[in-house]
């Protein structure tokens, strides 16, 4: 089924002006690209953070419509929940209840205890299906991966019923096929930002990247292979900066305004933003059951972030780890204001962080925090203490 | 039944609940000083069923954690844990817990020992992070128990449904591997014989726990679901899988079978029947109690002993023929039904203020638990839509003294009670 095109606007445009449309979309709190895609007839699933098997969503003809918040004031779903929580809840059902978005079925996930009330809640705001995912919390069972692959094919019934059609197994392989080259083309992206971090800033990087959300892979990748060809060719000077990798963006967004203003300083050559998206680390088979290709994906080729426990991926050693791969000089651990997972986290990682002398810059943010000044004076300060150490 | 008898059954459970925590205390103690390591577990979903098999002694750092609030003193712990690094805004259990083995396992009540083990489910995510500190900290073994929950409000496959299976099947597999590793940790063999006798004192306790909160539909109620309920739900999950406990439960059937025979209530005049949704407010837990009962307010329910006795409150019975088989059932059942009564309660709330007789449903979402307290403004809208349900909504926490106002309290649950009055003269007047 071929998807629409509904950033269509954005192609052909060279690349300045493709980083600021992708930065437009980005800000929109009106998903106009979802909107484009809903006047073509086609259904829309919404997925809460962090990670969501897109690819059922995509082999069933809908768009899987990522929920990451939205720059709104949560005016209707403020009273729908208590006071002490994190800003992506009540911003993500804010647009669903204002109709800034329009849903057909709604997934979130056990990522943490606030977000698995999501189902309840819109549940009880919405006639749509909602519900909960349960990706498997004990990800070091040898049954993980068969309990996972009966969770897909229970995901894709309540999919198929949504949208009215059979999904057959080529479907699956041919999307898992459309997201490996859009997987490629973010690992693609990323050693740009680590081998190359001059050439795009990190502000750039993410809207480039986090639009993948907005729109089908395919047209996604469409807009990556062009940007990325440009960006090798950018014309950039090398600046004295020290090359950090940001932590924290696991689920919920800093402002691209905070990442601006982060890059001012620093290159940031590799980071966990919207890590859902890059969870799969390389390439999913496409010989045999796709279902079980796609679980075993999730746990056996896959990424790290606070809120999956594995024994064989320690938090802190993973971020070390990236560190050490990207060759930052230092880390910036960030968390969402009322995140537990990553407030959690924070404490492993900075005391990991002492222990390997690794320099680190601690803060705390908003999706929608709008003034930076303070945070860019500490940070450069931060700065300026390595560089003249 | 003799006055002297009488005035022996009537608050026996509570005094045989005090007694036996602080024996169970006194036990943990004891391991603690010979240098013997415990199961660390959770409430929901403790599988002490099977721990106790291997002889572990079992600690609940929750209940711990919430011992230091009641007896006034979290807030140290929670400063040290702070000190340490620890976010205000993340679980004050969590916190607690940290100072606490930041302080060599001490506790106001006495001392815990080291964890030899953490074995957890997911029916809490902080269980997962939690248990992640002890595994830093000590490296010893943390296993979670991976429990699927319901998918939807509604959504409740049973026995038999293949989706239901499908999770089955997962949850004894995980007991099949978690088995191994507690015969490494202990250097013990599992008895599946040991096993079947503590699955049939937890079928006791679990006949009991049920049949009490049952009794407390009777008018007077026959026990306060905040405070004595507290009691009763600490046996429920210290002792599960016990002799003990089988006979406590036992016993506090019979005291309140008594009671209800007898028409002897919780208050000596009960003028308001409530339902309590979330968590205690630990840290003025005496007074937060009294601020509802100087009212003639009784709570003669709570979904905190439903979810915090790990779903006990649906009786599941263990198939003693297939122990293991049943233990997976049973926690994959208990472990749900804990879940939905934090997630998708209201059709249980409405169901339990009818049979209940209720007058009121207080919601008390905490800072400290976003498990319980994310989704129960929107809870409390959609029962108030549905149905004419008086409610009463505040924030404080379990743990936490500084977001803990009790004039603020005080002023509403005053308004509360208030429109209740005036509600019910309302009501009498236009009966009359």
């Known amino acids: 089924m071929i998807p629409p095109q509904v950033a269509g606007h954005l192609a052909g445009r060279q690349l300045e002006p493709l980083l600021a449309g992708c930065r437009e979309l980005l800000e929109d709190p009106d998903f106009p690209t979802v909107e484009r895609w809903r006047a073509c007839g086609r259904p829309v699933i919404g997925h809460f953070q962090v990670y969501f098997p897109e690819e059922i969503a995509h082999a069933s003809g809908a768009l899987p419509f990522r929920m990451r918040g939205a720059p709104v004031e949560p005016f209707r779903s403020d009273s729908r929940f208590g006071s002490y929580l994190c800003s992506i809840l009540k911003t993500s059902l804010e647009v669903a209840l204002s109709g800034q978005v329009e849903l057909d079925m709604f997934v979130t996930h056990p990522i943490c205890d606030a977000a698995r009330n999501l189902a309840g809640v819109f549940g009880r705001n919405f006639e749509y299906p909602c519900q909960i995912l349960y990706l498997p919390q004990n990800a070091n069972s040898a049954h993980a ?24 197994p080529d479907d699956l392989r041919q999307s898992i096929s459309v997201y490996n080259v859009n997987r490629a083309l973010l690992r693609d992206l990323y050693r740009i930002k680590r081998e190359t971090p001059w050439k795009i800033a990190a502000d750039e990087a993410y809207a480039l990247m986090a639009v993948g959300g907005l729109m089908s892979r395919e047209e996604h990748s469409g807009l990556l292979e062009r940007a990325l060809r440009m960006i090798r060719s950018r014309e950039t000077r090398r600046l004295d900066r020290i090359r950090v990798v940001f932590e924290g963006g696991f689920c919920e967004q800093p402002p691209l305004d905070l990442i601006r203003a982060i890059s001012r300083s620093c290159y940031v050559v590799d980071d966990d933003l919207l890590i859902g998206m890059r969870w799969i680390l390389d390439d999913v088979p496409l010989a045999g059951d796709p279902l079980a290709n796609l679980a075993e994906a999730y746990l056996e080729r896959s990424s790290y972030s606070p809120v999956q426990h594995d024994h064989r991926k320690p938090k802190e050693e993973m971020l070390l780890r990236r560190i050490e791969a990207s060759g930052a000089q230092a880390a910036i651990v960030t968390a969402a204001k009322m995140c537990e997972p990553g407030l959690e986290e924070q404490v492993t990682y900075t005391r990991a962080l002492d222990g390997a002398g690794v320099a680190y810059f601690v803060s705390e943010f908003e999706e929608n925090m709008t003034s930076f000044d303070h945070l860019e004076i500490q940070l450069e300060t931060f700065v300026e203490n390595l560089m003249f150490d | 039944m003799t006055a002297t008898a009488e005035e022996g059954l009537v608050g026996r459970g509570n005094r045989e609940g005090a007694r036996l925590f602080k024996e169970w205390f006194a036990e943990l103690t004891r391991a603690a000083e010979e240098g013997r390591g415990a199961a660390y577990v959770f409430v929901m979903g403790s599988l002490a069923e099977l721990l106790r098999t291997f002889d572990l002694p079992v600690v609940f750092p929750e209940i711990n954690s919430l011992q230091t609030a009641v007896r006034h003193q979290a807030h140290e712990y929670l400063n ?46 902080t269980y997962i992070k939690w248990a992640e500190i002890w595994e830093r900290m000590y490296g010893c073994p943390t296993v979670t128990l991976d429990v699927p929950g319901s998918r939807a409000a509604g959504l409740r496959p049973g026995p038999g449904d293949p ?31 040991r096993l079947r006798e503590t699955l049939a004192h937890a079928n006791t306790m679990s006949r009991g726990w049920k049949r009490v909160l049952d009794l407390n ?11 004595d309920g507290t009691i009763y739900l600490g046996v ?47 840290p003025i837990f005496r007074r937060f109690a009294e601020l509802f009962t100087e009212w003639g307010g009784a709570f003669v329910g709570s979904t905190y002993l439903w979810f915090a006795s790990g779903g006990a409150h649906s009786a599941h019975q263990y198939d003693l023929d297939r122990p293991l088989e049943s233990l997976a059932e049973g926690l994959l059942l208990g472990v749900r039904d804990a879940m939905d009564s934090m997630f998708f ?41 549905r149905a004419d349900v008086p409610s009463l909504f505040i924030e404080s926490d379990m743990m936490d003294r500084r977001v803990v106002s009790e004039a603020q309290l005080k002023n509403r649950i005053d308004a509360f009670f208030e429109g209740l009055a005036s509600r019910r003269a309302g009501s009498a007047m236009t009966s009359a």
């Open chain 1, 145 to 168: 991966a068969e309990y996972l692959r009966g969770e897909y094919a229970r995901l894709l019934g309540q999919v198929e019923d949504v949208v009215g059609c059979r999904v057959l």
């Open chain 2, 80 to 125: 040290e844990a702070e000190d340490y690094g620890y976010s205000p805004d993340i679980c004050g259990y969590v916190k607690a817990d940290v100072a606490t083995q930041l302080r060599g396992g001490q506790l106001p009540m006495g001392r815990i020992p080291k964890p030899a083990i953490a074995v957890y489910t997911n029916a809490c995510n």
């Open chain 2, 163 to 193: 989706d239901f299976e499908h999770d089955r099947r997962y949850v004894l597999a995980q007991l099949h591997e978690l088995i191994p590793v507690l015969e490494d940790v202990t250097d013990r063999r599992f008895d599946e014989d």
């Open chain 2, 217 to 227: 539909r009777s008018r007077p109620a026959l026990f306060n679901a905040l405070t």
């Open chain 2, 236 to 282: 429920s999950n210290c002792l599960r899988g016990t002799p003990e406990g089988a006979r406590y439960f036992d016993e506090l059937v019979e005291e309140m079978e008594h009671k209800s025979a007898s028409g002897i209530g919780t208050l000596t005049d009960e003028r308001y029947r409530l339902l309590f949704v979330g968590v205690p407010c630990y």
């Open chain 2, 345 to 385: 309660q209201t059709d249980a709330l409405l169901q339990m203020f009818d049979q209940y007789q209720a007058d009121g449903i207080v919601y008390h979402p905490i800072k400290s638990c976003r498990t319980v307290s994310t989704g129960l403004a929107d809870s409390r809208r959609d029962l108030m839509s």
